[in-house]
């Protein structure tokens, strides 16, 4: 579809524009037997045990956990979700959307490695109600009386829901303007924000990807393992189903980590099958594959595999197409792509299911000056980037952050973006609200003039592709030469095979005349430390360095596995992993050999 008509399709005045939980009392009546969410439980069995709800049987039980939630809470409240990522889990967010209570979606608290995000966003949202399972008691009661945090109302138990219930409700008018949800950004640099997510914010974003996607087959699935706290994962697991009444199968996260190729087992076999995940995610996958458990699969009906989240890397790309050919998969049904949660999720992916990624070798040092000039594949000093395609349904220019001028095809800017899917703001912030939501254009000519999402991530448009160059925020300037990191932690983790892959951190640190390069590097598990010589993998890391990149690193750290800060969706998080460096809170590879000495 075009931009221009998917625009006026969403436009705030069109006719046909509803919220999507409205859509899903129509699949009920449609098409009651249907399939429209099946959770595959490892649990219990290492083989997976697939538990399925129709579409009327999805009605009923979402309608009955409405009828709870406004027992104990009015509309525009907020629901904290604080349970595992079950049936209970989806079940709770289409109940919240039915009842107008605010749905906060987090995690059960004895979730690993994310305490301080938890804690952070639960005592922002001010929930009147936290939502769990019995399972999930004794931790949600831990968590309650172990902080200094407001006191829910009331604890609602998802798993005890009488379905009967939900021939309590009657459907109420939900504008599109109402927030849904609260979606919790990562906060690797600062306290966690929410993001205001409305009705109308996630009927178009799910069209917007539906329609980037284009699906041609009249009954189309998605597969998915991500996280439902999770942008991506919400979108893609329960959002884009709403649009058309399609069948999502999906597992939770522990299960996909435990095993990957649990992923390609829920692709495969299937006629017509759509997908989404981190960069990680299918260099993962794809370094455990084992040609006697892939010769049964078949992923010839494998649409789409949209990549996002994060930096998506060629290597990956080449890698996985690889490691999966033989099972039918085509090079084309890999989507690079791009989104952020201020825009709900979706921005723009490569949309041509038959044609490969397209990837572009550019001059580094033009790039360094904000020039995005095509070199030679395999020439020194360049960068190979990966095309996140078009803009589906909204606008993306690339702007000067300082003057607020549209820049040029070619010309590296501030990724700005203007549509039905941009958020409202942010959740009682109103400075940080304006800032980030408040661009205007000058001089914007046929463009909007505002307001603008300034994403804080750089970019350039070269014909008529987005390419996304990096964080604004995590920019290393030495010596008035602009630096990625992601460039310099790529160049490191090949230094050595002592360097855990994808666990590097990069980041400037205040210098007397110039700012200075630290890179903190996880140690490979692989390597074990007996064989491990500090000053070998240093000497290689500094070396790689100042011949990639022509600077000098102030300190090198080699770090224990785990150390290096992550985002809750897998991203490495630079500035808390400097802030950690700062404060001497890194535990390393030097320290703990000296302590087995």
């Given at each position: 579809?075009a931009?221009g008509a998917l625009?006026?399709e969403l436009?705030?005045?069109a006719?046909?524009r509803?919220p999507?939980?409205?859509?899903i009392g129509?699949w009920?009546?449609e098409k009651p037997d249907?399939?429209a969410f099946t959770?595959?439980?490892y649990?219990?069995?290492?083989?997976g045990?697939p538990i399925?709800?129709?579409w009327?049987?999805?009605?009923?039980?979402a309608?009955a956990?409405?009828?709870?939630?406004?027992?104990?809470a009015?509309?525009?409240?907020?629901?904290?979700?604080?349970?595992?990522?079950?049936?209970?889990?989806m079940?709770?967010?289409?109940g919240?959307?039915y009842?107008?209570v605010?749905?906060v979606?987090l995690?059960?608290?004895?979730?690993p490695g994310h305490?301080?995000?938890?804690?952070g966003a639960?005592?922002?949202?001010?929930?009147?109600?936290?939502v769990?399972?019995?399972?999930?008691q004794p931790?949600v009661e831990?968590?309650?009386a172990?902080?200094d945090?407001?006191?829910p109302?009331?604890?609602?138990?998802?798993?005890?829901?009488?379905p009967?219930?939900?021939?309590q409700?009657?459907?109420e008018?939900i504008?599109?303007d109402e927030?849904?949800?609260?979606q919790y950004?990562?906060?690797s640099?600062?306290?966690p924000?929410?993001?205001?997510?409305t009705?109308?914010?996630?009927?178009?974003?799910?069209?917007q990807?539906?329609?980037g996607w284009?699906?041609e087959h009249p009954?189309?699935?998605?597969a998915s393992?991500?996280?439902?706290?999770?942008d991506?994962g919400l979108?893609?697991?329960m959002?884009?189903?709403?649009?058309k009444?399609?069948?999502?199968?999906?597992?939770?996260?522990?299960?996909?980590?435990?095993?990957?190729?649990?992923?390609?087992?829920m692709?495969?076999?299937?006629?017509w099958?759509?997908?989404a995940?981190?960069n990680?995610?299918?260099d993962y996958?794809?370094s455990v594959?084992d040609?006697?458990k892939?010769a049964?699969?078949?992923l010839?009906g494998l649409?789409?595999?949209?990549?996002g989240?994060?930096?998506i890397?060629p290597?990956?790309?080449e890698?996985f197409?690889e490691?999966?050919?033989?099972t039918g998969?085509?090079k084309?049904?890999?989507a690079p792509?791009?989104?952020?949660a201020?825009a709900?999720?979706?921005?723009s992916a490569?949309?041509?299911?038959e044609?490969?990624?397209k990837?572009?070798t550019v001059?580094?040092d033009?790039?360094s000056k904000?020039e995005f000039?095509?070199?030679?594949?395999?020439?020194?000093r360049t960068?190979?980037?990966v095309?996140?395609?078009?803009?589906?349904?909204q606008?993306v220019?690339?702007?000067?952050p300082d003057?607020c001028?549209?820049q040029?095809?070619?010309?590296v800017?501030?990724?700005?973006?203007h549509g039905p899917?941009v958020?409202?703001?942010?959740?009682?912030?109103?400075?940080?609200s304006?800032e980030?939501?408040?661009?205007?254009?000058?001089?914007?000519?046929d463009?909007p003039?505002?307001?603008?999402?300034?994403t804080?991530d750089?970019?350039?448009?070269?014909?008529g592709?987005?390419y996304?160059?990096?964080r604004?925020?995590?920019l290393?300037i030495?010596?008035?030469?602009?630096?990625?990191?992601q460039?310099?932690?790529?160049t490191v983790?090949?230094?050595?095979p002592a360097?855990?892959?994808d666990h590097?951190?990069?980041?400037?640190?205040e210098?007397?005349?110039t700012?200075?390069l630290?890179?903190?590097a996880e140690?490979?598990?692989?390597v074990p430390?007996?064989r491990?010589?500090?000053?070998e993998?240093e000497?290689?890391?500094?070396?790689a360095?100042?011949?990639e990149h022509?600077?000098?690193?102030?300190?090198?750290v080699?770090?224990?596995?785990g150390v290096?800060?992550?985002?809750t969706?897998g991203?490495v998080?630079?500035?808390?992993?400097?802030?950690?460096?700062?404060?001497?809170?890194l535990?390393t590879?030097?320290?703990?050999?000296?302590?087995?000495a």
């Amino acid at each position: 579809m075009a931009l221009g008509a998917l625009l006026a399709e969403l436009s705030p005045d069109a006719p046909d524009r509803r919220p999507l939980i409205e859509l899903i009392g129509r699949w009920a009546a449609e098409k009651p037997d249907a399939p429209a969410f099946t959770f595959v439980d490892y649990s219990s069995d290492p083989q997976g045990t697939p538990i399925t709800l129709s579409w009327g049987e999805t009605v009923r039980r979402a309608r009955a956990t409405a009828v709870v939630l406004r027992r104990h809470a009015e509309p525009g409240e907020r629901a904290a979700l604080l349970l595992p990522q079950r049936h209970e889990y989806m079940l709770t967010m289409l109940g919240a959307m039915y009842s107008r209570v605010v749905a906060v979606p987090l995690f059960s608290p004895d979730l690993p490695g994310h305490a301080e995000r938890l804690l952070g966003a639960y005592t922002d949202s001010e929930p009147a109600v936290v939502v769990t399972t019995r399972s999930a008691q004794p931790h949600v009661e831990k968590f309650l009386a172990d902080h200094d945090v407001q006191q829910p109302r009331h604890i609602i138990y998802a798993d005890e829901i009488d379905p009967a219930l939900g021939e309590q409700w009657q459907d109420e008018p939900i504008g599109l303007d109402e927030v849904a949800y609260l979606q919790y950004t990562s906060g690797s640099t600062r306290r966690p924000a929410g993001v205001q997510i409305t009705h109308g914010n996630v009927e178009a974003n799910a069209k917007q990807l539906w329609a980037g996607w284009a699906p041609e087959h009249p009954r189309p699935e998605l597969a998915s393992w991500l996280p439902l706290f999770h942008d991506m994962g919400l979108i893609s697991a329960m959002a884009l189903p709403m649009v058309k009444g399609d069948h999502v199968i999906y597992t939770d996260p522990v299960s996909f980590l435990m095993n990957p190729m649990r992923w390609l087992e829920m692709l495969s076999g299937r006629e017509w099958v759509y997908t989404a995940g981190p960069n990680f995610a299918y260099d993962y996958v794809a370094s455990v594959v084992d040609p006697e458990k892939i010769a049964g699969l078949d992923l010839s009906g494998l649409v789409t595999c949209l990549n996002g989240a994060e930096p998506i890397r060629p290597a990956t790309l080449e890698r996985f197409y690889e490691a999966f050919a033989s099972t039918g998969l085509r090079k084309g049904a890999q989507a690079p792509g791009y989104g952020l949660a201020e825009a709900t999720v979706f921005v723009s992916a490569a949309a041509d299911t038959e044609t490969p990624p397209k990837i572009v070798t550019v001059d580094r040092d033009r790039l360094s000056k904000g020039e995005f000039v095509p070199a030679e594949e395999g020439a020194a000093r360049t960068n190979a980037l990966v095309s996140c395609g078009r803009p589906v349904g909204q606008y993306v220019a690339i702007v000067d952050p300082d003057t607020c001028t549209e820049q040029p095809d070619g010309r590296v800017g501030e990724i700005w973006v203007h549509g039905p899917n941009v958020a409202a703001g942010y959740w009682r912030n109103s400075e940080r609200s304006q800032e980030t939501f408040g661009g205007v254009l000058k001089d914007p000519g046929d463009l909007p003039a505002g307001p603008w999402l300034r994403t804080g991530d750089y970019g350039v448009i070269y014909e008529g592709e987005l390419y996304v160059t990096g964080r604004i925020k995590d920019l290393i300037i030495v010596d008035g030469t602009n630096h990625y990191p992601q460039d310099i932690e790529l160049t490191v983790q090949e230094a050595h095979p002592a360097i855990r892959p994808d666990h590097v951190a990069a980041f400037a640190v205040e210098g007397e005349e110039t700012e200075r390069l630290v890179v903190v590097a996880e140690r490979n598990r692989r390597v074990p430390l007996r064989r491990l010589d500090l000053e070998e993998v240093e000497n290689a890391v500094r070396s790689a360095i100042s011949v990639e990149h022509e600077m000098s690193v102030h300190e090198f750290v080699l770090v224990e596995p785990g150390v290096v800060s992550r985002t809750t969706s897998g991203k490495v998080a630079r500035s808390a992993t400097r802030q950690r460096y700062l404060n001497g809170e890194l535990q390393t590879t030097a320290a703990r050999l000296a302590a087995n000495a």
